[in-house]
């Protein structure tokens, strides 16, 4: 892909190529994206914690807003490396349609990677984990900074889903290195 297809200018109503950082991958990423989704959401990320959005005038867990996803449909995939943060345990404790199968969780210690698919329609890419810290929800002075790519692009969009669903069928597995620490090969 040339660079002139890839940095287009976005048709109303199309995202095109966009490199947010700090708060705005909060913004492109959970209110623009996970938010709306419809059909799925697949995220993948090294560190997982207790991440809060803002919800009129409180802050509450991203899980909250999944679980009422997952009872309209909505299809929830999550792939991190490691033991998700108390705080997080928690909080998935609380909601039910999630624990009922309405999110798929995979642990996998070598994914360092950070993606999150909407609906198979947009994708991001980039430096922030599925934190508050890292999606810029955090204050000011308080969150890391983060860059990263959204996109609508067909071809970006369909290779990052390639990406995460290798991961999540095993396909790494059968060569992994590291298969003496995973909690659950899957191939």
């Keep these: 892909m040339d660079s002139e297809s890839l940095f287009h200018a976005p048709d109303e109503g199309k995202i095109g190529f ?3 950082r700090n708060e705005e991958i909060y913004e492109e990423v959970v209110v623009n994206g996970i938010l709306l989704a419809s059909r799925r959401i697949w995220i993948a990320t090294a560190n997982l914690k207790d991440l809060h959005i803002k919800r009129g005038r409180r802050y509450l867990p991203i899980l909250e807003v999944f679980d009422a996803l997952a009872s309209s449909g ?5 792939i991190h490396s490691g033991v998700p943060s108390r705080p997080f345990q928690e909080s998935l404790r609380r909601c039910r349609n999630l624990l009922d199968g309405g999110m798929e969780m995979l642990v996998c210690p070598r994914v360092h990677f950070k993606m999150v698919v909407v609906d198979g329609k947009a994708a991001y890419s980039g430096s922030a984990n599925f934190t ?5 929800v955090k204050g000011k002075d308080k969150r890391n900074f983060e860059l990263g790519f959204w996109t609508d692009l067909p071809p970006l969009v369909e290779e990052l889903s390639r990406i995460f669903d290798r991961a999540w069928c095993g396909e790494e597995c059968g060569r992994c290195r590291r298969r003496s620490f995973c909690p ?3 191939d």
């Design 18 to 20: 966009r490199l947010p």
């Design 74 to 78: 909505v299809e929830i995939r999550l």
């Design 184 to 186: 659950a090969p899957i």
């Design 132 to 136: 508050g810290a890292g999606m810029g």
